[in-house]
């Protein structure tokens, strides 16, 4: 079991920066996610750190050691793939055992038949034996041992993938997007499959997913990547609650959140189309600026000054939630408003109706997409 | 067959679709086979008014005549060295080629020439540098002759060893081999030119193989422990090759037992029957001395081989390396 420390890594593939300079420290027994956009650079940081991709600047810090002059193989990491990467000409009994081998066994004891030759070969593939059942015990395996790959299941093949990497009690596991080739139903079983694995090893993990559900379910951290940089490292709830960038706010959460775009005055207070609403900002400059709200937190009010005018034209009814799509004027992105179905009675598509959100819920957000803060004022609701 | 009319209403349609491609296949494939099976049990020759039947006759002399012995002595020499070299040679050049980063298309292209080239021109060629007195290869090796550090290494003298009992230091003293003009060295030469000849081939069908290999199984090799270039070969490229292989065996043998436009042109099945091969004897009987009946015996008997090789690729492809 291992701590890991990324030092300053960097990577360019020619003139394209793939990963700018960054740092991060994962502790030794924690679960956690590198989250991301396609293309934003989470995997070749997770294969820099397996060994498999050399940085162009930095250091992998494995347990404090400097590890990146070692090969993938010495520095006793596992990793489970997207394509599982099962071997197709071997067993599963031999998939498994595959790591094993390679490290217990010497030159000649590798090769089939000779092995039975040479001295002490009877013990060691006895300890292996031994191994590579209890795995396949554990994982629910047994049955399938002398299958090959090609006769198995996605869920089946990724439970063997899982199998090889946990075989040798490596110091930390890397995933990258193992649960995408799998079926919405197999994926939500198999998360708590890993779960429950991290929990009995209490081994670092690392994991990579482009699905924000996964994220939010499974980790201890989160790290948010976007084009290369690592923009936000956190809790779940966290990065929830308190996204530092809008790309963040954006990424995490399903429905995505609504970004309303607002301007301040030079006194501060944020205007939302041209009506002062009521929380300021300390920056007493007319600027624009993002006000970002989870559809959660919006809801359907009386008509007041404060609230703001819409018309529906979509209704979602998910049987426990419900989803309105309002459009509002002067705003070119439409927005989502979470509500009971027991409060969808008299909407229709096309009901004018005011939309209001409590002040303390409201993310603001600079033109750069940082997070800026407001300073509510003591009558901070929005609505009437 | 009313019933099964009435079962299939449309039975007409089907077999009138399915119709051109089986009497094409039975004209152009069934036919002439046949044909030749039965020719040789005759003592048939081209233009001849009757058909002698002389049952077995011509296979007891393919296997008893010591010209036939011969033919299947050499025919079996050159596929046992022309199969694995060709093959060997073939999948280190892939290999090589594979872990290039430049520069790939251009040995690509020069080790598929010969492929391209039709043979029987580029027998000609090797027949000028093969050539025992202005040839370019005996040229080079005797020039060879007059250089001492390459004669002290050709010979072994530098090791102590006797100038006389090494071959390069007979060939200095009493000339090279006539290549293709002495029965000991012919099939060889004629060998060697078909692993010159087949091996591009293979190397292409192997770079075909090694491409379609996911760089994933590497990486997960790598991880696992696989250290060395040979322990990745032996867990990954090798199995995930199989297929590739068996196709190559076979495409190979059977173009090894087929060879002939090299000895035609170059020895003419000679020296003493040394390059006597199969190909070549269907020829010489068949179409030179108009003997159809034991010309079509040895083309049975080697029908024969090349089907025994494709049953055995179907039976390995079935069995072995197939990963669905």
């Not at chain 1, 347990?63 to 197709?88: C, H, T, W």
């Not at chain 1, 030079?266 to 993002?290: H, K, Y």
Request: a neutral charge.
């Amino acid at each position: 079991m291992a701590s890991i420390s990324l030092r300053n890594i960097g990577k360019s593939f020619g003139q394209t920066n793939v990963i700018n300079r960054l740092g991060l420290d994962i502790a030794d027994g924690e679960f956690l996610t590198l989250v991301g956009p396609s293309g934003c650079g989470k995997s070749t940081l997770l294969r820099i750190i397996a060994g498999l991709e050399t940085p162009t600047e930095g250091d992998v810090l494995i347990d404090g050691k400097a590890s990146i002059k070692l090969r993938p193989s010495e520095r006793n990491l596992a990793m489970v793939f997207q394509s599982y990467a099962l071997y197709p000409h071997l067993s599963v009994y031999d998939n498994i055992a595959v790591p094993m081998r390679m490290r217990q066994f010497t030159r000649w004891q590798r090769i089939p038949f000779v092995r039975r030759l040479v001295k002490g070969t009877r013990s060691v593939s006895q300890d292996i034996d031994e191994k590579v059942k209890a795995v396949s015990e554990k994982l629910g395996l047994s049955p399938l041992l002398n299958r090959k790959p090609g006769e198995l299941s996605g869920g089946q093949k990724q439970r063997v993938a899982l199998g090889r990497a946990i075989v040798r009690d490596p110091v930390a596991f890397l995933f990258d997007e193992p649960l995408s080739n799998l079926d919405a139903k197999l994926r939500v079983h198999m998360r708590s499959e890993i779960i429950d694995l991290q929990r009995k090893l209490a081994s670092t993990f690392v994991y990579v997913t482009h699905d924000q559900a996964e994220a939010m379910t499974m980790s201890d951290r989160i790290a948010v990547m976007m084009q290369g940089d690592l923009i936000q490292v956190g809790t779940p709830e966290d990065i929830y609650l308190n996204p530092q960038d809008l790309r963040v706010a954006e990424f995490i959460g399903s429905p995505k959140i609504n970004v309303l775009s607002a301007m301040t005055n030079q006194f501060g207070q944020v205007c939302l189309n041209e009506t002062p609403v009521r929380f300021r900002i300390a920056d007493e400059s007319s600027t624009e600026i993002s006000i970002a709200v989870r559809p959660e937190s919006l809801f359907v009010c009386n008509p007041s000054p404060a609230a703001i005018p819409g018309q529906i034209k979509h209704i979602e009814y998910m049987g426990d939630q419900a989803y309105l799509y309002v459009d509002i004027e002067k705003q070119s992105q439409r927005i989502i408003i979470k509500v009971l179905p027991t409060q969808l009675a008299g909407y229709e598509i096309g009901s004018a109706i005011h939309v209001g959100f409590d002040a303390k819920d409201a993310l603001l957000f600079d033109q750069d997409g940082q997070r800026i803060y407001a300073t509510p004022s003591p009558r901070s609701v929005v609505n009437a | 067959m009313p019933d099964a009319l009435s079962r299939y209403p449309h039975q007409g349609i089907a077999i009138g679709l399915v119709a051109p491609a089986m009497v094409l296949m039975v004209v152009i494939l069934f036919v002439p086979i046949l044909i030749a099976f039965l020719l040789s049990f005759t003592s048939y020759s081209l233009g001849s008014e009757q058909l002698n039947w002389v049952g077995l006759d011509n296979y007891r002399k393919v296997f008893s005549k010591s010209t036939y012995q011969k033919m299947f002595s050499s025919t079996l020499l050159y596929v046992a060295v022309v199969v694995p070299v060709s093959v060997g040679l073939g999948l280190g050049a892939s290999l090589l080629i594979h872990s290039l980063k430049f520069g790939q298309n251009l040995y690509k292209t020069i080790f598929f020439l010969p492929v391209m080239a039709a043979l029987l021109a580029m027998a000609i060629a090797w027949e000028f540098a093969l050539h025992p007195t202005i040839g370019i290869i005996n040229h080079t090796l005797s020039a060879g002759c007059e250089s001492n550090g390459w004669y002290s290494f050709a010979t072994g003298s530098w090791y102590g060893n006797d100038v006389s009992t090494s071959w390069y230091g007979r060939g200095c003293e009493k000339g090279f081999p006539l290549w293709l003009g002495n029965k000991d060295y012919a099939m060889w030469t004629i060998a060697f030119i078909g692993i010159w000849q087949a091996f591009g081939f293979n190397m292409v069908l192997y770079l075909a193989g090694l491409s379609s290999i996911s760089p994933e199984l590497y990486h997960s090799a790598e991880i696992d422990g696989a250290r060395s270039a040979w322990s990745r070969f032996r867990l990954v490229t090798w199995p995930m090759l199989g297929p590739t292989t068996v196709f190559v065996l076979t495409i190979t043998l059977i173009r090894s037992f087929q060879v002939f436009d090299t000895v035609e042109a170059l020895t003419s099945g000679g020296p003493v029957k040394s390059t006597y091969v199969m190909m070549y004897a269907i020829f010489e009987k068949a179409i030179k001395h108009n003997l159809v009946g034991i010309g079509a015996a040895i083309t049975v008997v080697f029908l024969s081989f090349v089907m025994l090789i494709t049953l055995i690729q179907r039976w390995l492809v079935d069995r072995r390396v197939h990963y669905a």
